[in-house]
Nanobody
Framework: QVQIVESGGGLAQPGGSLRLSCAAS????????MRWYRQAPGKERELVAGISGAGDNTNYADSVQGRFTISRDNAKNTVYLQTNSLKPEDTAVYYCYARVIDGLLLKDYWGQGTQVTVSS
């Protein structure tokens, strides 16, 4: 079955960095785009970044453009989110997401999330 597990969150100071990882299994990883979302307390979940299956196309939310970098290692079935120049408003639970064909259906899969807190 499909499993998605995030790691790498924690406490960072403003201006600091964290590298988030998302390990996936149960599907042909390289065939699917992957996305990072985040959800801050009291706010809706928002798309942060996405990457194509081959890793040759990426997209970012305006709020993180130039500060965050999404990448993937298909040999390790892992997608990463390098977060630099962190701001307090980046504080949120970060989720990894994939939409995967399961039989004849497209299904949405989420990880459990990893908490990122930016504070001095």
């Amino acid at each position: 079955q499909v499993q998605i597990v995030e790691s790498g969150g924690g406490l960072a100071q403003p201006g600091g960095s964290l590298r988030l990882s998302c390990a996936a299994s149960g599907f042909t990883f390289s065939a699917y785009a992957m996305r990072w979302y985040r959800q801050a307390p009291g706010k809706e979940r928002e798309l942060v970044a996405g990457i194509s299956g081959a890793g040759d196309n990426t997209n970012y939310a305006d709020s993180v453009q130039g500060r965050f970098t999404i990448s993937r290692d298909n040999a390790k079935n892992t997608v990463y989110l390098q977060t630099n120049s962190l701001k307090p408003e980046d504080t949120a639970v970060y989720y990894c997401y994939a939409r995967v064909i399961d039989g004849l259906l497209l299904k949405d899969y989420w990880g459990q999330g990893t908490q990122v807190t930016v504070s001095s």
